[in-house]
């Protein structure tokens, strides 16, 4: 459906409605608009353009009289054509292009959020970033301070990234996590998610069966998928994926799992749940990929260390970021691996960007060598436990007979289930004709679900509180 960010000028002397039409024929003239496009309907019309609507039935018909659109009685206007004006030279059929491109559109409910994130007045429950009052400026000012001195060029840096930052990543990783891997082992990426996309491009044939959680942050996401891989859920129980139900598991296949504050759901696989996974996975030659996006977010307790550090075999491929804890801004992730698998990443990665951020990459590497990041994440941790504490509080006085949910020991987010079968797509829609975006939960699953991802790292506590109190009476209706 096309969108209008565009309002005739109202003092003009050229009367509106030919404003109107010079505008969409300059957009289909441009290719903007591509044949096949449908405009919105004329009231939809009028609004956007703050016209009457006989305004835009005296625009449709002069552009109809033109023969560059068409309307079938019954399922509204499209462009025709671009024969606007006959000495313009036929611009390509972009709209032939783009359908035959390897990647997939994103669903309509996901394109919407991706839009709306980025636009003003709405209350965001559901979005997975820190919120920018906690983001860290007064240490990156200081970390910025410093950097004249110890950095000696911002240059290109080699297919594994800066060393300097793989041999602090090769510290930290052992002491905190106990994963023995040499700087060798690890690429710098640009973010963990250009991880996955080297992976799905580089690693696996088309056709190959990827295994993970069922609701899971890949099934929300058309990187595998786009490049031919077919995902396949498994359900979940309190300690983790239930893996004795993966089945016909090939050469070809890999699983991809968040064993640390799940994302939607919140859990934390057991200890023992991780072991008998790697051993399942080892016995079975499957390649297991672990995404450690929220590992270091916990709040009352550590969690159990990540399954790649019980791996002996290279069976266990490793991602890492900052995304989540610091700012998704910095583009800073990381791949650990056998040292033929982030070469291999590596020459790719050359291929499409040369290379993460430099600049990014000496920020991360004095700040994990200055100690300065262990005092933030502290603090970071004990802002994050606050907002959890005034979700699940706004929660329980509003959803207390509607829903159940968990609570998160650490990570960002609360997967809320609700309790009858309420239509999710219009609860979304509703949710934002009163200011709320929110994440429903079925662009995470493989089956159709009544929950909804609550994020309690964006919205200020305030809002948070707001906006459960309208989700509720939203629900409510629906009883």
Known sequence: MIE?????????????????????????????WVIGSRLPSQRAMALAFDVNRSTIVT???????????ESDFGGGTRVKSNSWSLLMSQPPDWNKYI???????????????????????YIRIGTGELAPELYPNKLVTKIFRRMPEVVPHLGYL????????????????????????????????????????????CMLKRGSRVYTEAPTYLKSLQIFQSAGMNLCGIPMDEEGIKYWNIKGASIDSLLY?????????????????RKALLSFCQKNCLPVLEDDAYGQ??????????????????SVIYLGTVSKTMAPGLRIGWVVGPEAVVQRLGDVKMQTDYGASSVSQWMMTELLTSGDYDIYLDDLRR????????????????????????????????WLRLNKEVPIDKVFHEALQHGLLLNPGNIYDYIENHAIRISYAYADPEDMTKAIEILASIVEKYD
């Open 59 to 69: 625009a449709m018909e002069e552009l109809l009289s033109y023969d560059i659109l």
């Open 257 to 273: 799992t968040i064993p640390t504050h799940h994302n939607p759901t919140g859990l934390v696989m057991s200890e023992e749940r």
């Open 297 to 314: 977010l916990w709040f009352e307790e550590k969690p159990p260390k990540a399954i790649k550090a019980s791996d002996k075999t290279g």
């Open 99 to 121: 359908s035959s491109g390897p990647f997939h559109a994103n669903l309509p409910t996901i394109q919407t959020i991706n839009k709306l994130e980025f636009e003003p007045g």
């Open 4 to 32: 209008f960010e565009w309002k005739p000028d109202k003092t003009a002397k050229t009367p509106i409605y030919r404003q109107i039409v010079k505008y969409i024929s300059d957009k289909i003239a441009a290719g903007d």
């Open 158 to 201: 080699g297919p594994l990234g800066l060393p300097e930052l793989g041999r602090a990543l090769s510290e930290r990783l052992q002491l905190e996590q106990g994963i023995e891997a040499d700087p060798a082992n690890i690429m710098v990426a640009s973010g963990s998610l250009q991880g996955l996309q080297l992976i799905s491009v």
């Open 383 to 414: 802002e994050l436990k606050g907002r959890r504490d005034n979700a699940l509080a706004a929660l329980r006085r509003n959803f207390n007979d509607m829903a159940t949910w968990n609570r998160p020991s650490g990570g960002f987010y609360i």
